[in-house]
């Protein structure tokens, strides 16, 4: 792997991550886990620790990818990478969108593409799922009840959810 | 200059403590726009809207909406990076300490405790995502056509979304010539 090869595909996720932080993770899941770069385990334990710590997903996600693969400036640059896109875009598009954003046709567009990107997003939970299955058959009381618990205070507790990653940690360091 | 100042701070203090990405921000920035009078209230459903039509992470799509109506490109840019900074700095700690700490017994029972928590995050996220994107039940269908592509393998995910946008946007195109 080389620094361009990183650079181009983090161009391409960031241009193609439209709906936010789990096509991300559905996209950079196929750029890595699938060729084998990484394990589907470290890929998960990215998510948990971007997940944990403040700022959107994907931003973390990327960062993290870029440390992981070429250090202190491999995160910068693939942050970057993943901006240039949606910032250009956002240049271009603001001039169009001004003039036109009554416009029924694109808010066609964008419940079109907004049932595609679904699909995607589906494949993230359902490999996830898959995942937490393998858990729930070998500790099946802990994983449960951490998933009750967790689903029970999420209403109460949904813009702080680095509490109910905190109540994960301690059940996992206890149980598992 | 203090505009450029007051923009950099706002969305640097966002990404420091701000948990869960778009959710939970976009209440966060429409009150810190609102007040510095960087947007009307009245405008920031547009705002949203073109935050979500434009690629990558919503939250920052909207520092960047916000930085380029205050200030023009060098605005976008300065409101980007603040929000993006301390995220980028953490990570890039925890990504050099963990490397050592992966290999302990104790962290890894703890992340796969977390895991869990994220999965049942994710899957709430995916259920709201889902009453938005199925608004028709013959939409139903084109989601699990891309789902088993990915899922089989047969295109990759990214080209999935290439190809949705350009038939898309095509179709629509071709729609609205041919009902003038």
């Known amino acids: ?176 | 200059m203090k505009t450029l100042r007051t923009l950099f701070l706002e969305f640097f203090k966002l990404g420091l403590i701000t948990f869960g990405g778009g959710i939970a921000m976009l209440p966060i920035i429409k009150n810190i726009a609102v007040r510095h009078q960087w947007i009307k209230e009245s405008e920031w459903e547009e705002v949203v809207t073109l935050s979500q039509l434009a690629p990558g992470a919503i939250a920052v799509n909207c520092a960047n909406f916000i930085g380029y109506r205050v200030k023009g490109r060098i605005g976008s840019v300065i409101a980007m990076l603040g929000m993006v900074i301390p995220p980028m700095v953490i990570i890039t700690i925890l990504a050099i300490g963990f490397e050592s700490l992966l290999e302990h017994p104790q962290v890894v029972a703890a992340l796969r405790g977390m895991l869990i928590v994220v999965f049942v995050l994710f899957f709430q996220a995916v259920i709201s995502l889902g009453k938005l994107a199925w608004q028709k039940w013959w939409m139903v269908p084109f989601s699990l056509i891309s789902f088993g592509l990915v899922y089989f393998q047969i295109l990759s995910p990214g080209y999935i979304l290439f190809i949705s946008l350009l038939v898309i946007v095509g179709y629509v195109w071709l729609s609205r010539r041919t009902s003038r």
């Open chain 1, 1 to 176: 792997m080389n620094l361009l090869w990183l650079i181009l595909q983090f161009l391409w996720v960031g241009s193609l991550t439209f709906g936010g932080g789990l096509v991300a993770v559905s996209l950079l899941f196929d750029v890595f886990v699938t060729p084998g770069l990484l394990t589907e385990e470290f890929y998960y334990q990215m998510i948990t620790i971007a997940e944990s710590t403040p700022g959107p997903i994907a931003i973390n996600l990327a960062t993290y990818l870029g440390v992981d693969q070429f250090g202190l400036l491999g995160g910068v640059i693939t942050t970057i990478s993943f901006l240039i896109p949606s910032m250009m875009l956002i240049w271009l598009l603001y001039p169009i969108y001004r003039r036109h954003h009554h416009s029924p046709y694109i808010q066609a567009v964008m419940s079109g593409l907004r049932v595609m990107i679904f699909g995607v997003i589906l494949i993230a939970i359902v490999r996830m799922g898959l995942t937490v299955i393998d858990e729930v058959i070998d500790l099946p009381i802990a994983s449960l009840s951490l998933m009750i618990v967790t689903g029970l205070l999420l209403p109460t507790l949904k813009n702080r959810p680095y509490i109910l990653l905190m109540i994960g940690a301690v059940f996992g360091v206890l149980f598992f």
